[in-house]
């Protein structure tokens, strides 16, 4: 489509070179990106056009297995290792649910999760994280950036960092999702200093990201047409400024408009009524097959924030409760994701701020506990069946393979071929993607 | 990493920062000059030797517009284009520059980075801005401001909301140690904290622990006031795992000795049951201020002759960063023996000019704002390749921040006519402090642009999709531009075609007050084909053009 | 004759385990408990410093139903069985495997001939406290929660001429059983009981506690914890709602923030002059209402949170089962004699 109805004699040259140039920047074959493009070679090239070839059935298969995606399932408040991963029966910390045997001989988890435990053969369990500080919000911080320590600079959150790796520059869908609906521990975490190209599409309040879709006193050829007449105005402007925060400008408005086209991944109306059933009515269900949706259509980051963990009191209803809905939805997005040949590309991580303690308080609840807590990981990259570390009998401290959260942050960029050595550079300051130290837990690693 | 290749890496570092710079030092001129010679003087040694012929000044639009933005807070109104415009083009600048830090403006616009700087803006307490208000309108000594920062006196009223600084860190002692050290010293030594710093010869443990040791009594009581925990001793463990007593230790290693301890064991006993109390009930009388307080110590050490380069320094790089799009150490908090400033010599002068005139913020601001480097363009149209930001030979393209950009549509999609009475007998006053506050709303939907800012695609889909942006900037109504552009061509409602000269008047309208400058000829060709396209809505057509112009860089940055 | 204004705790015994069930032993001052550790306790309370004595172990996770029956000691537990106990031999009797979920409370009836228990499969089970057999099965609670979560029943009272019986679940639902008819005859709703918050949290917190019927069979009182902020805790009123049962109509509320919690136990005093109310958050309570006015009459903090609760009006006491503690109480005029 032109950006004028009328003939282009009526303008003057240099009025249709820009145009024409402002037309170029808005396709996203900008100087930049296509030098970057050529670099990557064909097949990333035609990705800057993933929606429309995601029509054709071959190239998204074929997109399908280059892609590799995470989904973070993220257990706000901190969910007890001991009512999942790392049951204790039969001790006084042990709580009273028992524990059940697995699809991998000799290993147990908690009776909570019967689904789960039928699908270890997808399941890397981490049983021995020490991440040392019980405060939400400092804990929150660590195991959002994978960094134990302030660096004094605003660090990106794994998302972002996630989002920097695998996101393509000229992508028609966001690059990291997040779904936070709950408000206990709701931060909106970000990119830090990677810049807000890679900050998080944050979902609150409803499950369709806000903005994507157009006034309805617009119509769509004058909603693209403006967008024309900018880009005019940003070409212009770009003349002898070579400025990157000026380019991040221009390719925000550049993606505006694929985003709007996919804001129909967030539209579980759009699933089969089937498909809804097996996710469940929950709103956690939802979103998880939401995220499922989101993975499908290339989308490398998704982070779904389940919260209401923090179970000072009534810690065995509170799991009872919240654990049924994990190891339904879990299991079913494991499924699904192993139905479309999505896992072997899909990394799921189950994980918080932190664990519970294994002293049961007077309200029968569990209190914050960072020395002796489970992550699980799922799908891409892992172990099926692998069990690392060990706590003692009563789960008080780790005694075997120690993880802090570098080691888990690599462990994931391992999981998913990112060199978890690779370092950013902050001004003339080295940030490693993994902070100093931390390496992957090779034992859980396919 | 090990301590070698640790070792290996600062070296590789030195030298890289140091390669170019060294071995050359350049005379610091006369403590008299005026502060604009001297960084214009220090900057042309400096271009000369590295034979970088500077960008030609930017024309006197895009200068008024940069000052204004940068000294107001927001775009110039078409009020003011025409004042600057009558002066004559030798003192456009210097005029303009007074009139601003005369204006109700800079007070507001100081407050808004100060706020951003210190506490990250956006919720920031209303106790805490009302503060820096009255020291931005007061041009209050920066040595006074960082005295009440770091000892807040919460019996005075007017000096109360300082204590925000602490306290909304106070729950958090890396946080207290480490923002203090980098906001008010331009040192992060949080890297010190776990190991003497990889990269900077000047930090070891001693300094993080030493620096923290000043915060470390630091609590708030229940009834939201800053209090002093009595005396304990405090140590850390050293990377060898050797459990070390904390001194109170400045940054340049002067430690301060506590006086000893006289109380009893049941004095203690009291005072630590009265710090619980003071923790956990609301109706406690205030703490009694302790005899010895760390925080006046390290406000002591701070201001000496000796010491004091850090806090000076520190604020002179920030302002400098502020207004250049680069500090003269960069990154800003980053001002240590491993990372020499860009132009040390200027730097220099810079704080002697600084401390010899009592700390003043608004002189420092007039003087970078009348050099010839910042008026630089911020266009490269040249053969030769574009200098690095450190030679500020070409001026920085600098996002706007939330509030520049909040306060700035605002003016920018306003009626000409609207600050016409204002402008014309008094009133801005009010007009302005509406502004601020009809601004803050929306600034708080954008990002503060940190280093490598990127504009993220949720603003790009605000500005395309939000019904608020259609509602509060391209309204057609007689008080915004969009009605005032459509009300130019009334006459034509009845159906007859407006001429050329009338689209183009209304164009070059809308030219001068979004961007503050006049429409090009293929700008006007293009808008005009854009209009008359869409002869059949008229009115949409104006919200659309519009709309190209307040989402184009153009008026995203500062240029 | 009681008195409550002389509620006093007379004698603490602490244990390492969560004590969450209580029954007195007839004719002696004495208890059994059921325990965290899957385990019934007996303490003899007329010594100066009881000892626990441990019934055989048999039960595998939390025992929190004890009561005296004409067929001996009867026992539930959250490893879903029933265990009949011979008191004197502390060993078991029969072994019952009674629900396929949790069970969350056993009571007899006033004759000890009837076992009644419920459990989160949501079945109300009625048994022949002599023989061990299954007599009648109450289905009226909702296994999934309106916002599809697992519900839970956790709480079930005999009338006091024991012809009756009420159950109350999780989401504040509560029925009233003619038992020997094997029929519903009335149901009553007290949602307060249950927190949900359908925008931020989507955690539920709460549930019918606990229930009892008057002692004229009029009213039924229902006891839980009111309206929760934040759902992390147990930050809620203690609450109690009094039904006129027959006519499903709530006739009053009663609500107290100064001892905060879960209304764990309910009892009706001789003649309906008060109600006994018991449980907590992290600290427990027993509050006591004067019904003629509504007010409290008389309130004591109690350690930690209180689980169990047994009467014994013949001696005056109060036996309660504690997180960490078993107490005895006096509740009535003249201190009784310490033997």
Redesign the interface.
Same mark, same amino acid.
Request: charged content about 20%; hydrophobic content about 35%.
């Given at each position: 489509m032109g950006l004028f109805s009328s003939p282009p004699a009526a303008l003057g040259a240099s009025a249709i070179r820009n145009i024409e140039a402002a037309k170029n920047l808005r396709d996203g074959v900008s100087r930049r990106g296509f030098l970057q493009a050529s670099a990557v070679g064909a097949a990333f090239a035609a990705s800057m056009h993933q929606l429309d070839i995601l029509q054709s059935p071959v190239f998204a298969e074929e997109l399908k297995k280059q892609q590799k995606h995470v989904i973070l399932i993220w257990l706000a408040g901190g969910a007890s290792q001991l009512e999942t991963w790392d049951p204790k029966p039969g001790r006084a910390t042990g709580g009273p649910f028992a524990a059940i045997q697995t699809s991998t001989p000799g290993v147990s988890i908690s009776e909570l999760m019967p689904k789960m435990a039928q699908r270890m053969q997808h399941t890397a369990i981490i049983r021995s994280l020490n991440t040392k500080n019980a405060d939400h919000g400092g804990a929150a911080k660590i195991l959002e950036t994978g960094r134990a320590v302030d660096q004094g600079i605003p660090c990106p959150d794994l998302g972002a960092m996630i989002a920097h790796e695998l996101g393509r520059a000229d992508s028609q869908v966001p690059d990291y999702v997040s779904m936070y609906s709950s408000t206990e521990g709701r931060r909106q975490g970000g990119s830090g200093f990677l810049g807000g190209r890679y900050a998080p599409m944050f979902l609150t309040e409803q499950m369709i990201p806000e903005n994507t879709s157009r006034l309805e006193t617009l119509s769509d050829l004058d909603h693209s047409a403006r967008g024309d007449l900018r880009a005019f105005l940003a070409n212009k402007f770009r003349s002898g400024r070579p400025d990157l925060s000026v380019d991040s400008h221009n390719s925000a408005y550049q993606r505006v408009r694929g985003i709007m086209s996919s804001a129909s991944l967030f539209d579980i109306e759009q699933e089969s009524l089937a498909m809804r059933a097996k996710y469940g009515p929950t709103q956690f269900g939802e979103q998880c097959l939401v995220a499922r949706r989101l993975v499908e259509a290339g989308v490398p980051f998704v982070k779904i924030a389940r919260a209401w963990w923090d179970s000072h009191g009534q810690n065995f209803e509170t799991h009872l409760e919240l654990v049924t809905e994990l190891d339904h939805v879990l299991a079913t997005l494991i499924d699904d994701l192993a139905d479309r040949g999505l896992l072997e590309h899909t990394l799921i991580a189950t994980f918080g701020e932190f664990g519970r303690t294994p002293q049961i308080n007077s309200s029968l609840g569990r209190d914050h506990f960072a020395s002796a807590w489970s992550a699980s990981l799922h799908g891409a990259g892992i172990l099926g069946g692998s069990v690392h570390g060990k706590t003692d009998a009563d789960g008080q401290k780790v005694i075997e393979g120690e993880v802090r959260a570098s080691d888990l942050f690599a462990t994931i960029f391992q999981a998913i071929g990112i060199d978890y050595r690779k370092e950013y550079h902050v001004g003339a300051r080295p940030v490693p993607i993994t902070d100093f130290g931390g390496q992957p837990i090779r034992g859980i690693l396919a | 990493?090990s301590q070698t290749l640790r070792f290996m890496?600062a070296a590789v570092?030195g030298l /890289?920062?140091f390669s170019g710079k060294v071995g050359y030092a350049a005379e610091m001129p006369a403590v008299d000059l005026p502060i604009p010679t001297a960084i214009d003087r220090l900057l042309a040694d400096s271009h000369e030797r590295m034979r970088i012929v500077p960008a030609r000044r930017a024309d006197d639009r895009t200068l008024l517009r940069r000052t204004t933005l940068d000294l107001a807070g927001r775009i110039p109104t078409p009020q003011e284009i025409v004042v600057y415009e009558q002066d004559s083009a030798s003192e456009r600048q210097s005029r303009l520059v007074d009139r601003l830090l005369a204006a109700t403006d800079y007070a507001w616009h100081l407050r808004n980075e100060l706020d951003a700087m210190l506490l990250s803006g956006g919720n920031s307490p209303q106790e805490w801005k009302e503060y820096l208000l009255q020291t931005s309108r007061a041009n209050q000594p920066w040595d006074e401001t960082f005295k009440d920062l770091i000892t807040p006196n919460q019996e005075d009223q007017s000096k109360r909301g300082a204590s925000h600084f602490l306290k909304s860190r106070v729950n &958090?002692l &890396? &946080?207290l140690t480490?923002d203090t050290s980098?906001l008010l010293f331009g040192v992060?030594?949080?890297?010190a904290?776990?190991h003497d710093h990889p /990269?900077v010869e000047d930090w070891k443990q001693d300094h993080y622990y030493g620096l923290q040791a000043f915060f470390a009594r630091t609590y708030q009581t229940k009834s939201q006031r800053l209090a002093e925990k009595p005396p304990a001793e405090l140590t850390f463990k050293t990377t060898a795992g050797v459990e070390k007593p904390s001194r109170l230790m400045f940054l340049t290693g002067a430690t301060v000795e506590e006086p000893a301890d006289p109380r009893t064991d049941d004095q203690k006993k009291a005072d630590l049951e009265e710090v619980r109390l003071q923790r956990e009930k609301d109706d406690q009388a205030p703490p009694v201020e302790p005899a010895f307080n760390p925080r006046a110590e390290l406000v002591r050490l701070a201001l000496q002759p000796e010491n004091r380069t850090f806090m000076a320094r520190s604020i002179i790089n920030r302002t400098w960063a502020r207004l250049m799009g680069r500090g003269l150490v960069?990154?800003v908090?980053?001002m240590h023996s491993g990372?020499p400033s860009n132009h040390p010599e200027l730097i220099d002068w810079l704080e002697r000019d600084f401390i010899g005139h009592g700390f003043d913020v608004k002189r420092l601001i007039r003087g970078i704002v009348l050099s010839d480097a910042y008026a630089r363009s911020?266009? +490269?149209?040249y053969a030769e390749p574009?200098p690095s930001p450190d030679d500020f030979a070409v001026a920085?393209?600098r996002?706007l921040t939330p509030n520049q950009l909040a306060s700035s549509l605002l003016v920018g999609t306003s009626s000409p006519d609207r600050f016409q009475k204002a402008f014309d007998s008094g009133g801005w006053d009010e007009l302005r402090e509406q502004l601020e506050k009809q601004a803050a709303g929306t600034a708080k939907l954008f990002?503060y642009?940190?280093?490598? #800012?990127?504009?993220?695609?949720?603003? $790009?889909?605000?500005f395309?999709? $939000?019904?608020r942006i259609?509602n509060d900037y391209l309204r057609i109504s007689q008080d915004r531009l969009a009605g005032y552009m459509q009300e130019s061509l009334r006459p034509h409602d009845s159906g007859e075609q407006a001429g050329d000269g009338e689209i183009d008047a209304m164009i070059k309208t809308a030219f001068d007050v979004v961007f503050a400058r006049h429409a090009q000829? &293929?700008?006007l060709? $293009?808008?005009r084909?854009?209009f008359?396209?869409?002869g059949d809505r008229s009115p949409?057509a104006v919200q659309?053009?519009l +709309?190209?112009?307040i989402?184009?860089?153009?008026f995203? #940055?500062n240029? | 004759m009681l008195n409550f204004n002389q509620l006093k705790s007379l004698k603490e015994v602490g244990t390492p385990e969560i004590n969450f069930a209580i029954t007195k032993l007839p004719d002696r001052d004495a208890v059994v408990v059921g325990n965290s550790a899957g385990q019934l306790v007996e303490f003899d309370l007329s010594v100066d410093k009881p000892q626990p004595r441990s019934f055989q172990t048999a039960h595998t996770s939390y025992v929190t139903g004890v009561v005296s029956s004409q067929g001996g000691l009867v026992s539930g537990s959250y490893d879903r069985k029933l265990i009949w106990w011979d008191p004197l031999e502390r060993t078991v009797l029969r072994e019952i495997a009674a629900h396929d979920k949790w069970i969350r409370q056993i009571v007899s009836n006033p004759d000890g001939s009837l076992i009644a228990s419920v459990g989160d499969d949501m079945h109300c089970k009625v048994w022949d406290a002599v023989t061990g057999e299954l007599r009648f099965v109450l289905d009226d609670h909702a296994a999934i929660t309106p916002q599809h979560y697992p519900s839970m029943l956790f709480t079930v009272a005999f009338s006091p001429d024991g012809r009756l019986l009420a159950t109350g679940d999780k989401v504040g639902h509560v029925a009233i059983w003619d038992f020997v008819e094997g029929r519903k005859i009335g149901a009553v709703e007290s949602p307060g009981m249950y927190t949900w918050d359908p925008r931020a949290r989507r955690h539920s917190i709460g549930g019918v506690r606990s229930v009892a019927f008057s002692r004229d069979g009029q009213t039924l009182a229902v006891g839980g914890i009111g309206a929760i902020g934040n759902v992390d805790h147990l930050d809620g009123p203690a609450r109690v709602e009094l039904f006129d049962w027959r006519n499903s109509l709530s006739i009053a509320e009663l609500t107290d923030t100064a001892m905060k919690g879960l209304v764990e136990q309910l009892w009706f005093s001789p003649g309906d002059t008060h109600l006994v109310t018991a449980g907590g958050d992290n600290n427990g309570f027993i509050t006591i209402y004067d019904l003629a006015t509504r007010k409290v009459a008389k309130q004591e903090k109690a350690h930690q949170h209180l689980h169990g609760l047994a009467v014994d009006e013949a001696s005056g006491k109060f036996y309660s089962a504690h997180h960490g503690r078993v107490v005895t109480w006096n509740i009535r005029d003249e201190q009784p004699q310490s033997t």
């Open positions: - | 990493m890496i570092y /890289l920062l &958090d &890396d &946080d480490n980098s992060s030594i949080n890297c904290k776990c /990269l960069h990154p908090d980053q990372n911020s266009q +490269w149209l574009q920085l393209v996002p990002e642009p940190g280093e490598n #800012f990127q504009v993220s695609v949720t603003e $790009a889909l605000l395309n999709n $939000a019904q259609e000829e &293929d700008e060709q $293009a808008f084909h854009y008359q396209d869409r949409a659309q053009m +709309w190209a112009m989402t184009s860089p153009e995203r #940055f240029y | -």
